[in-house]
């Protein structure tokens, strides 16, 4: 399992944001699409059903011979990648997603993990060495502004609202 390091720390009721690694900092590069081509990605029922509904057959974009386990729980398969060179089946001829608004959940939180304990939700960055945003130098560090842009849709599974001021944007990123 690849190494992670605590960014902070969500806790759901009262609502509040404990930043933890204080001077953390991240900017997903424009035209990288490293994690498009590099990565296996992880497919929810929920994601499959959003990319079905653009008008997609699973076929295209499921690869069924790689699957996702926690333990001996099945979670879900993982994004095709093209034959001929490895990369995303989504992934264009420019580096940009052309399903950008309605990708995976995992696309959109890489290379961040959520983990829910109880009444509150840790959030890790991978230290990936494959990822130049983490601490980037024009990156942001994490507020509610970053919570609500890279989070906001799992904040919104949990039925969780924002601060006054910030509304969840299910776009993300």
Request: proline share 6%; aromatic share 14%.
């Amino acid at each position: 399992m690849m190494e992670r390091e605590l960014v902070a720390i969500i806790h759901l009721n009262p609502l509040n944001l404990e930043v933890v690694w204080k001077d953390f900092k991240f900017k997903c590069v424009e035209n990288c699409a490293k994690c498009c081509r590099e990565l296996d990605i992880p497919l929810r029922e929920g994601d499959i059903e959003r990319i079905k509904a653009l008008g997609y057959e699973e076929d295209y974009f499921v690869d069924f011979t790689k699957m996702f386990y926690r333990g001996s729980r099945f979670l879900g398969y993982s994004l095709k990648k093209r034959p001929f060179d490895g990369t995303c089946v989504f992934l264009d001829e420019n580096g940009k997603c052309k399903i950008y608004e309605h990708r995976p959940i995992a696309c959109k939180l890489y290379p961040f993990i959520l983990v829910k304990h109880g009444n509150f939700l840790e959030v890790y960055v991978k230290k990936d060495p494959l990822c130049p945003g983490i601490n980037h130098p024009e990156g942001r560090p994490i507020d509610w502004s970053f919570v609500r842009e890279y989070f906001g849709e799992v904040l919104q599974a949990y039925e969780v609202g924002m601060p006054e001021g910030i509304e969840v944007d299910r776009r993300v990123r």
